[in-house]
């Protein structure tokens, strides 16, 4: 079986004032050659004047099964949006 | 006339060298690397177009980017031994990219304040990319030099095979040196200490050592080559060759 | 790009048909899957084989192009393919990204395409033999691999449909430099028109090829379709390419090497001739012309690369004990 070479997560923030955003992923041995295959594989044209790699490894997610209850107690909780407030035509807008 | 035998040198050392990395184009170690070298090669080439184009117009003999390129043959090409070696392995490949770039690092970064604007534009943007040249070839030394027993000896067998092709670096051909006096390139020789700290920095961290002086090679500036640059462009030209007067 | 017909897909899958129902709706909702999301097996084995080859299609389709790269005849063109041929490579790795989603490495995937078990996009398996090529991909056969890859970027796996929208905004100059060069050959010396016209006899049926089999010989359509891993069907996507691609070879003057091509009033499309399924079957099979040169091209690559790469982590693996002696 070959030695795998780590896999590394790409975050690039297109210009000042926005945040890095995940483009993709790549593999690397370290992250000082992590960093310079974001640079060569990532921002040929342009893309963005940041790079953020992280271990792929180091990535905790959450669970998939846990979708329904993560997320979904929120959906009832309408009073959390502007929307929710009538406020009248004339005061403007708030 | 020596300003354009000066641009000339330059844009050969850059497209011989973009060539030699673009060879390995679909053949690298790995996959970041098949986008990273062709993306040095490309910087390379850019480069030897505007130089040539430069050259061509300096000359005023009507004579384009593709003329120069691809209608001189092995005695008229005025690169340096170095750029002309073959890739060998990606330890070859990356050491002679990091002492060509921390040659021209330093070398454009003085070009800044060229008289000749073209030069000064070049710089401009060439500087940058040979910085990224020497990180990139720089870090790759470093993890070949310090890795495991082969790389560290194919790493070796690299400085011993290259080191002789250095020193021509530093040399300034007659027309090289007119255009030095006039203020419109830089001093080759002047780039010495920048060279060896660049190097030397990253020799330490790779456990490498520079051989002791031997003696040098040099005759690229006057056309006199190493075998490897005919069939260079034989390769290089043949299309363009064998339909004279051809648009592409 | 490049992406042909999948070929040999398995699609089956021993899920209940109460998941299976739920997954159809989810799919059928146009919600996108993502890599952790509960899957049938066979849509996870058919994403991972037809990613797999995709990405594969990308690398080897690297080499028929390389192939001219140190020839290319003036600078400019020489800079253009680098660029192309780089970014096929860039496209192989956001691919074999996308597929390492679903569990499964990149050295796995490589080792299945040196060893011969994994297919790649069999038009790489024919020689490049002339500068025309070089326009002739470009314009064929990155026209042929848009064709299938602007509907992959609406697939319903998430990571697959990311990778497709990158390669495709990348790609949109691939085919016009390939046209460009094609144009410039045909406007040229009688020579260089005869070179682009061979060319074209040459790649037009394998780019026709490109899209599969015809659709009553393509087993695993369906299920893909439902799935929306596939959006189009072979046959659908073919006729798209020649409607296309004919009024473009009439404009160069080049003609297209196909005595029963005519335009089909009553369909809006052109009729084609018979394409020569034997020869598709053969080259699929691995015995196209180039098919043992590339394999072994892309496995001189990789071991010519081992110690590159078992340097790099050797080298990782000194750096961390020596961070760690140093706390």
């Keep these: 079986m070959t030695a795998t070479t780590p896999l590394w997560e790409v975050f690039i923030r297109p210009r000042n004032g926005l945040a890095h955003k995940h483009v993709g992923s790549l593999h690397a041995s370290d992250e000082v050659m992590a960093l310079q295959a974001a640079r060569d594989v990532y921002t040929r044209r342009g893309e963005g004047n940041s790079i953020w790699v992280v271990p792929s490894a180091a990535i905790t997610a959450s669970d998939p099964d846990q979708t329904a209850e993560n997320f979904e107690p929120t959906a009832d909780k309408i009073y959390r949006h502007p929307t929710f407030y009538e406020i009248p035509d004339e005061v403007g807008h708030m | 006339m020596a300003v354009f035998e000066a641009l000339l040198e330059l844009a050969d050392d850059h497209l011989i060298l973009g060539h030699r990395l673009s060879e ?29 184009d430069q050259a061509g117009k300096l000359e005023g003999k009507g004579r384009s980017e593709d003329d120069l390129a691809y209608l001189r043959g092995e005695r008229e090409y005025r690169n340096c031994l170095l750029v002309e070696r073959p890739n060998e392995d990606f330890a070859h490949t990356m050491l002679r990219q990091l002492y060509f770039a921390a040659f021209m690092r330093p070398y454009w970064l003085a070009a800044l304040t060229s008289t000749d604007e073209v030069v000064r534009g070049v710089a401009g943007k060439a500087e940058k990319e040979m910085a990224y040249h020497i990180r990139h070839a720089g870090e790759w030394v470093i993890r070949l030099g310090d890795g495991t027993a082969e790389s560290a000896a194919r790493m070796r067998d690299a400085v011993e095979g290259l080191h002789i092709y250095v020193d021509e670096l530093f040399e300034s051909s007659d027309a090289a040196q007119e255009a030095e006096a006039a203020g419109i390139l830089p001093v080759r020789a002047d780039m010495r200490a920048a060279w060896d700290r660049t190097v030397a920095d990253v020799f330490a961290e790779a456990l490498l050592e520079q051989p002791s002086a031997a003696y040098a090679q040099r005759g690229g500036r006057q056309g006199i080559h190493n075998e490897t640059l005919g069939h260079l462009l034989a390769e290089m030209q043949v299309v363009h060759r064998a339909y004279p007067g051809a648009r592409w | 790009m490049y992406s042909q017909g999948l070929i040999g897909a398995d699609n089956r899958t021993e899920e209940t048909p109460e998941f299976l129902a739920r997954f159809q709706k989810r799919i059928d909702a146009e919600e996108k899957i993502e890599p952790k999301d509960e899957m049938p097996e066979g849509y996870r084995r058919t994403l991972v084989r037809q990613i797999g080859q995709h990405a594969h299609s990308e690398i080897v389709g690297m080499l028929p192009e390389g192939n001219w790269i140190t020839r290319a005849p003036s600078l400019r063109r020489k800079a253009a393919l680098l660029a192309k041929v780089q970014d096929e490579g860039g496209h192989g790795l956001y691919l074999y990204s996308a597929a390492e989603t679903l569990g499964v490495s990149r050295e796995e995937m490589t080792e299945e395409l040196l060893s011969g078990k994994a297919k790649y996009s069999s038009i790489f398996n024919y020689p490049t033999l002339s500068w025309a090529d070089m326009g002739t991909i470009g314009w064929l056969v990155d026209g042929a691999a848009i064709m299938n890859q602007i509907p992959l970027c609406r697939c319903s796996f998430g990571p697959y449909a990311r990778a497709m929208i990158r390669v495709c905004k990348e790609e949109s100059f691939h085919q016009r430099q390939g046209y460009e060069i094609v144009m410039t050959l045909a406007q040229g010396t009688p020579e260089q028109k005869a070179m682009a016209q ?130």
């Design chain 2, 24 to 52: 390995w184009c679909g053949h690298a170690p790995m996959l970041e690397e098949d986008l990273a070298m062709p993306n040095m090669g490309l910087d390379l080439i850019g480069t030897a177009r505007t130089l040539y």
């Design chain 3, 198 to 327: 061979d060319s074209l006899n040459r790649w037009w049926w394998p780019s026709l090829m490109m899209f599969g089999p015809h659709d009553a010989d393509s087993q695993h359509s369906d299920q893909s379709m439902a799935w929306k891993i596939k959006r189009f069907t072979n046959d659908e996507l073919r006729q798209k390419f020649i409607d296309a691609t004919v009024p473009q070879a009439e404009y160069l003057g080049l003609t297209i090497p196909d005595p029963d091509l005519k335009w089909n009033e009553d369909k809006g499309g052109y009729d084609h001739g018979p394409i020569d399924w034997d020869e598709f079957w053969r080259v699929v099979k691995g015995h196209g012309p180039m098919a043992k040169d590339r394999i072994k091209a892309r496995k001189k690559a990789w071991d010519d690369g081992a110690w590159v790469r078992e340097a790099a982590l050797a080298h990782a693996e000194k750096r961390r004990a020596r961070k760690i002696a140093a706390e």
